[in-house]
């Protein structure tokens, strides 16, 4: 029984900053992927940025040089750093665990971006 728990979501300008947090709690193998999808209003969710155990990366195009992933080495957490926030970037923000054939999910945080 593997839980994640999300925080950071807001409501933030055109231009800003937000970091976002999850912590997954349970039983976890040491050797996993974590990450970050999102899901707009009426689209199909999409990967934002994945970091596995090992400190490799990957990003969205959409988000490159914008956002940046990270994790604690000492536990399951995962951070994501958003920076030059765009209108399109509004979102649920879903955070991930994967390993092997186990899939675990938050329930999302949202970020709402206006201007």
């Known amino acids: 029984q593997v839980q994640l728990v999300e925080s950071g979501g807001a409501l933030v300008q055109a231009g800003g900053s937000l970091r976002l947090s999850c912590a997954a709690f349970?039983?976890?193998?040491?050797?996993?992927?974590m990450g970050w999808y999102r899901q707009a209003p009426g689209k199909q969710r999409e990967l934002v940025a994945i970091?596995?155990?090992?400190?490799?990366?990957n990003y969205a195009d959409s988000v490159k040089g914008r956002f940046t992933i990270s994790r604690a080495s000492a536990k399951n957490t995962v951070y994501l750093q958003m920076n030059s926030l765009k209108s399109e970037d509004t979102a649920v923000y879903y955070c991930?665990?994967?390993?092997?054939?186990?899939?675990?999910w938050g329930k999302g945080t949202l970020v709402t971006v206006s201007s």
């Open positions: 991930n665990l994967n390993w092997g054939r186990m899939d675990y």
């Open positions: 349970g039983s976890i193998f040491s050797i996993n992927t």
């Open positions: 970091i596995t155990s090992g400190g490799i990366t």
